[in-house]
């Protein structure tokens, strides 16, 4: 089964891959890298992940950083001793890391956050976590990969070339003090051997698991609007955020995901630049912006916020073949008089019901909403579908309606437990 974001990302896939990772095997994380924060509550405790996949919670379950994450050894080496500190298990027992996946140095991240200032008023908004340059340089073929860092000799060689390069771009063209080959050594010289242990063909790993009756489930980050190809370009992330992306990110056969899952707030946030046609920048978005508590789980920048844009979700669904969907937040719009729901962009006179991927910009979208009638309710209690007011549960019909797509589950809380399966 693979489960991804349809919106911008943050559509609170951490907390559905914790639940869902109960009745599976194995759990791969396929792309993207530490721009991801999927945040998962057990009880009284809040787990943030970035690099390791939202199973890590679960007992006795493989998780996998397959071969398409762009990984930061130090903030995954961070984010282990952090669980292990908090009591969590991680060992090369419940941890695979792909030996073939791109590493993430500094001065990835030292580009990401000069090439933001370069672009100046165009800027992207990234994270500065160093993804757009990692895989700019997979593209490129000259990254170094987890299996180079295993190797002292064969990464100070990859490195040097790659530090003469990425120096005379750091010193030429933005006047910026070099990095030093000796100081990226010693900091990144004795990772290799800390991660050892976990390293492995994961991508043959996953398959057998496969063969042997296990079932997978592929963890996407970020959201379908991020997509690189899909989304609203050059306003994206670097990777495939969809089920696209999980048969090179993990190195499984795009016939065997017998299950794609969408996740979708059932409002929308987005975190950085870029268009975002069913925005509020007035009161109601900073209410729902507070209520849900809006502010990024890696930057901690505050999510910008607006109504559910049935025109993007439509789109990412019928793109990623999605069988089902998850309504997260649902809980948020309790209280409100009135609802909407952006059913159809209008750009330069025309309609476009359909998500208008060919054009260059969104540029002065107007949005055709739909509204309903709220609830007054506070439904984070609810948990199940019966009990849910009867504007709840109209709503969610509406949403299925206007995506072209079933809901599976209905969340109404951070917990575990706040969900609710909606019958057939
Ligand atoms: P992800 O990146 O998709 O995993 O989402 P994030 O973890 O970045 O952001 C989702 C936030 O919403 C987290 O703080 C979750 O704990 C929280 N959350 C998830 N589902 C629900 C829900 O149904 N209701 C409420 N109130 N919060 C939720
Ligand atoms: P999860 O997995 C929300 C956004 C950044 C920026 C753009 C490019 O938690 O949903 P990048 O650092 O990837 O080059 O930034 O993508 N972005 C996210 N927004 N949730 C995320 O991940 C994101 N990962 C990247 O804010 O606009
Ligand atoms: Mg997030």
Redesign the pocket.
């Given at each position: 089964m693979c489960v991804f974001?349809a919106q911008?990302?943050?559509?609170g896939?951490?907390k559905i891959i914790d639940s869902l990772a109960h009745d599976a095997d194995v759990i791969v994380r396929y792309q993207?890298?530490s721009?991801?924060?999927?945040?998962v509550i057990v009880g009284e405790d809040k787990y943030v992940l970035?690099l390791i996949p939202s199973g890590i919670l679960h007992k006795d379950k493989v998780n996998v950083i397959g071969s398409g994450v762009a990984i930061d050894p130090l903030t995954l080496l961070e984010e282990i001793a952090g669980l292990r500190e908090r009591g969590v298990s991680v060992s090369h027992e419940n941890l695979r890391i792909a030996a073939n996946a791109h590493v993430i140095f500094t001065h990835h991240k030292r580009i990401?956050g000069l090439a933001e200032r370069w672009r100046g008023s165009g800027r992207?908004?990234?994270?500065?976590?160093?993804?757009?340059p990692c895989y700019a340089d997979k593209a490129a073929r000259t990254g170094l990969r987890i299996c180079d860092l295993l190797d002292p000799d064969r990464c100070r060689e990859r490195l040097m070339a790659a530090l003469a390069e990425k120096n005379a771009l750091i010193e030429n063209v933005h006047g910026e003090e070099p990095l030093s080959l000796d100081k990226e050594l010693d900091c990144y010289g004795a990772v290799g051997d800390s991660l050892r242990p976990f390293v492995g063909d994961t991508g043959a790993e996953v398959r057998d698991a496969y063969a042997a009756g296990k079932h997978i489930l592929f963890e996407?980050?970020?959201?379908l609007m991020?997509d690189l190809d899909h989304g609203t370009y050059p306003?994206?992330?670097?990777?495939s955020?969809g089920v696209g992306g999980v048969s090179s990110g993990a190195g499984f056969s795009p016939r065997h995901i017998e299950r794609v899952i969408g996740i979708g707030k059932a409002y929308c946030?987005?975190?950085?630049?870029?268009p975002f046609p069913t925005e509020l920048t007035d009161e109601t978005g900073a209410r729902i912006q507070k209520a849900g508590h809006e502010f990024?789980?890696?930057?901690g920048?505050p999510?910008r916020a607006g109504w559910f844009d049935a025109v993007a979700v439509r789109y990412a669904f019928d793109l990623c073949g999605a069988d089902g969907w998850v309504v997260t937040k649902l809980d948020i719009l309790s209280g409100f008089e009135t609802l909407r729901v952006g059913v159809a962009y209008e750009i330069d006179g025309e309609t476009f019901e359909r998500y208008p991927a060919h054009l260059p910009s969104l540029d002065g979208v107007q949005v055709t909403y739909e509204e309903f009638p709220g609830w007054q309710q506070d439904i984070a209690e609810v948990r199940s579908w019966e009990d849910l007011p009867e504007n709840a549960r109209n709503f969610v019909e509406s949403l299925e309606k206007l995506v072209s797509c079933p809901v599976d589950l209905v969340s109404v809380g951070p917990d575990r437990e706040a969900m609710l399966t909606r019958p057939r």
């Open positions: 974001g911008w990302g943050d559509e896939k951490g993207g890298g721009n991801a924060g999927h945040t970035h990401d992207i908004g990234t994270t500065g976590r160093g993804i757009g996407g980050a970020q959201g991020l306003f994206v992330t670097s990777s955020t946030t987005r975190v950085g630049e870029g990024g789980a890696t930057t920048r999510r």
